[in-house]
C-alpha cells in the first residue's frame, strides 16, 4: 500500500483534508463484505464522532468487556490516530469478535453486506441499551436510601409506559414509516408506525431511486384473499394500504434488491438492471409532504454477476473529493465516475460493478435532536 498511498497524497497533495485518514482494510479472506460496509461507516461522520467520543468516555470507566462496539470504537480509534495519512490496518480483533458471536459470518463463503450492516447496528443498539439498563439501574440502587420527608426524590408514576431507549445510533440511522390502511366501506384510516434503519427497494430496468422510492409507496388494494378486518366494521372488507415516511432518518442507507429469488431456476439471481442514484435526492413520499434533502456520501458496491460469488468494495465522499476503496486499496475517483456503479441497461454486460448500498446524509437543520 506505501506506493499506493503516497499516490493518494501526491494526487490530493495541498487539499489533503486536516486531520483526515485515507487507511485501506486487509482482507482476511473474504472479508470484503466487512471492509466496504466499515469505511462506509467510519466517513459517516456524525457516527464517527459519536463512536470516537463514547470510547474515549468508556476507556476511563473500569469496565472492559470485549463487544463489537467496543471492536468498532478500537478499528475508528486506530484509523483516526494514525501518524501517516494513509495506509493499511488489519481490524483483525474486529472479525475475530464478529465471526466469533455470529456464526452466519464464520464461512469463508461469499457474505452479504446487507445482511452484515443489519446485523451491526442492530448489534450496537443491543449494546447501547443494555449498559444504559445496567447504568440506571446502578443509579437507583445507590440512591434507594435518599428519601426526603414528602418521599422519594424521583417518584416513578405508576402505569407510566417507559419511553424506549434512544441511543446516538438510533439518532442517526433510525427513521419512522407508516402503514396506512383505509378501510373501502367506512373510510376508517387505520396507521401503524414501525422504525427502520435502512430501506430495502424492489428495483426495476432503466429506473431511479427516486422511481423505486414512489413505488414503496405506492397504493396497494387488499381484495379477494387479502383482505384487511376493519375493527369499525367488524368484518373483512376490501381496503388501500400504502407505506409513507413519517419520520426520515438523518442517514438514510437505502438497499437495492439486486438479489432475487427466481422460483424457476431454484435460486437467486443478481438483477444488473441500471437504477440511477443521484448525488442530491429529496425524499417526496413523506406524511408531511415537505421534501428532505440529502446529498450522497457513501455506496456500498457489489462487483460479480451472481449473488453467492464476488466481490464489494465502496466509494465514499470525503470533504468533497471522491474515493474508492477496495480492500487494502484506496485511491482517487472523479465524481463524474459514481455513474459507472449505475448498473447494466442491458441483460448482458461486461460491467458487473452495481451499487448495492446507499449511505445519504441529510442536509436539513442538525436532526440530531
Given at each position: 500500500m506505501g506506493a499506493a498511498g503516497s499516490k493518494l497524497e501526491k494526487a490530493l497533495g495541498d487539499q489533503f483534508p486536516e486531520g483526515e485518514r485515507y487507511f485501506g482494510l486487509e482482507n482476511f479472506g473474504n472479508t470484503c463484505y466487512c471492509n466496504s460496509v466499515l469505511q462506509a461507516l467510519y466517513?459517516?461522520?456524525?457516527?464517527?464522532?459519536?463512536?470516537?467520543?463514547?470510547?474515549?468516555?468508556?476507556?476511563?470507566?473500569?469496565?472492559?468487556e470485549d463487544n463489537l462496539l467496543i471492536c468498532l470504537a478500537d478499528l475508528f480509534t486506530q484509523i483516526s490516530s494514525q501518524k501517516k495519512k494513509t495506509g493499511?490496518?488489519?481490524?483483525?480483533?474486529?472479525?475475530?469478535?464478529?465471526?466469533?458471536?455470529?456464526?452466519?459470518?464464520?464461512?469463508?463463503?461469499?457474505?452479504?453486506?446487507?445482511?452484515?450492516?443489519?446485523?451491526?447496528?442492530?448489534?450496537?443498539?443491543?449494546?447501547?441499551?443494555?449498559?444504559?439498563?445496567?447504568?440506571?439501574n446502578e443509579a437507583e440502587t445507590s440512591s434507594q436510601p435518599e428519601k426526603t420527608a414528602n418521599g422519594p426524590k424521583n417518584p416513578q408514576a405508576k402505569g407510566v409506559q417507559k419511553e424506549p431507549l434512544v441511543t446516538w445510533v438510533h439518532k442517526n440511522f433510525q427513521g419512522i414509516l407508516t402503514n396506512e390502511t383505509r378501510?373501502?366501506?367506512?373510510?376508517?384510516?387505520?396507521?401503524?408506525?414501525e422504525t427502520f434503519f435502512d430501506l430495502s427497494l424492489d428495483i426495476e430496468q432503466n429506473s431511479s431511486i427516486t422511481s423505486c422510492l414512489k413505488n414503496?409507496?405506492?397504493?396497494?388494494?387488499?381484495?379477494?384473499?387479502?383482505?384487511?378486518?376493519?375493527?369499525?366494521?367488524?368484518?373483512?372488507?376490501?381496503?388501500?394500504?400504502?407505506?409513507?415516511?413519517?419520520?426520515?432518518?438523518?442517514?438514510?442507507?437505502?438497499?437495492?434488491?439486486?438479489?432475487?429469488?427466481?422460483?424457476?431456476?431454484?435460486r437467486y439471481k443478481k438483477l444488473s438492471y441500471r437504477v440511477v442514484f443521484p448525488l442530491e435526492l429529496k425524499l417526496s413520499n413523506t406524511v408531511e409532504d415537505a421534501d428532505s434533502e440529502y446529498s450522497l456520501f457513501a455506496v456500498v458496491?457489489?462487483?460479480?454477476?451472481?449473488?453467492?460469488?464476488?466481490?464489494?468494495?465502496?466509494?465514499?465522499?470525503?470533504?468533497?473529493?471522491?474515493?474508492?476503496?477496495d480492500d487494502e486499496n484506496v485511491e482517487m475517483i472523479d465524481e463524474s465516475a459514481i455513474q459507472t456503479f449505475f448498473g447494466s441497461a442491458q441483460?448482458?454486460?461486461?460491467?458487473?460493478?452495481?451499487?448495492?448500498?446507499?449511505?445519504?446524509?441529510?442536509?436539513?437543520?442538525?436532526?440530531?435532536?
Amino acid at each position: 500500500m506505501g506506493a499506493a498511498g503516497s499516490k493518494l497524497e501526491k494526487a490530493l497533495g495541498d487539499q489533503f483534508p486536516e486531520g483526515e485518514r485515507y487507511f485501506g482494510l486487509e482482507n482476511f479472506g473474504n472479508t470484503c463484505y466487512c471492509n466496504s460496509v466499515l469505511q462506509a461507516l467510519y466517513f459517516c461522520v456524525p457516527f464517527r464522532e459519536q463512536l470516537l467520543e463514547y470510547y474515549s468516555n468508556y476507556k476511563n470507566g473500569a469496565d472492559t468487556e470485549d463487544n463489537l462496539l467496543i471492536c468498532l470504537a478500537d478499528l475508528f480509534t486506530q484509523i483516526s490516530s494514525q501518524k501517516k495519512k494513509t495506509g493499511v490496518i488489519a481490524p483483525k480483533r474486529f472479525v475475530q469478535r464478529l465471526k466469533k458471536q455470529n456464526e452466519l459470518f464464520r464461512s469463508y463463503m461469499h457474505q452479504d453486506a446487507h445482511e452484515f450492516l443489519n446485523f451491526l447496528l442492530n448489534e450496537l443498539v443491543d449494546i447501547l441499551e443494555k449498559e444504559a439498563r445496567t447504568a440506571k439501574n446502578e443509579a437507583e440502587t445507590s440512591s434507594q436510601p435518599e428519601k426526603t420527608a414528602n418521599g422519594p426524590k424521583n417518584p416513578q408514576a405508576k402505569g407510566v409506559q417507559k419511553e424506549p431507549l434512544v441511543t446516538w445510533v438510533h439518532k442517526n440511522f433510525q427513521g419512522i414509516l407508516t402503514n396506512e390502511t383505509r378501510c373501502l366501506r367506512c373510510e376508517t384510516v387505520t396507521a401503524r408506525d414501525e422504525t427502520f434503519f435502512d430501506l430495502s427497494l424492489d428495483i426495476e430496468q432503466n429506473s431511479s431511486i427516486t422511481s423505486c422510492l414512489k413505488n414503496f409507496s405506492s397504493t396497494e388494494t387488499l381484495n379477494a384473499e387479502d383482505k384487511f378486518f376493519c375493527d369499525k366494521c367488524c368484518s373483512l372488507q376490501e381496503a388501500q394500504k400504502r407505506m409513507k415516511i413519517k419520520k426520515p432518518p438523518h442517514i438514510l442507507v437505502i438497499h437495492l434488491k439486486r438479489f432475487k429469488y427466481i422460483e424457476q431456476l431454484g435460486r437467486y439471481k443478481k438483477l444488473s438492471y441500471r437504477v440511477v442514484f443521484p448525488l442530491e435526492l429529496k425524499l417526496s413520499n413523506t406524511v408531511e409532504d415537505a421534501d428532505s434533502e440529502y446529498s450522497l456520501f457513501a455506496v456500498v458496491v457489489h462487483v460479480g454477476s451472481g449473488p453467492n460469488h464476488g466481490h464489494y468494495v465502496s466509494l465514499v465522499k470525503s470533504h468533497n473529493h471522491w474515493l474508492f476503496f477496495d480492500d487494502e486499496n484506496v485511491e482517487m475517483i472523479d465524481e463524474s465516475a459514481i455513474q459507472t456503479f449505475f448498473g447494466s441497461a442491458q441483460e448482458y454486460s461486461s460491467n458487473t460493478d452495481h451499487g448495492y448500498i446507499l449511505f445519504y446524509e441529510s442536509l436539513g437543520a442538525n436532526k440530531n435532536s
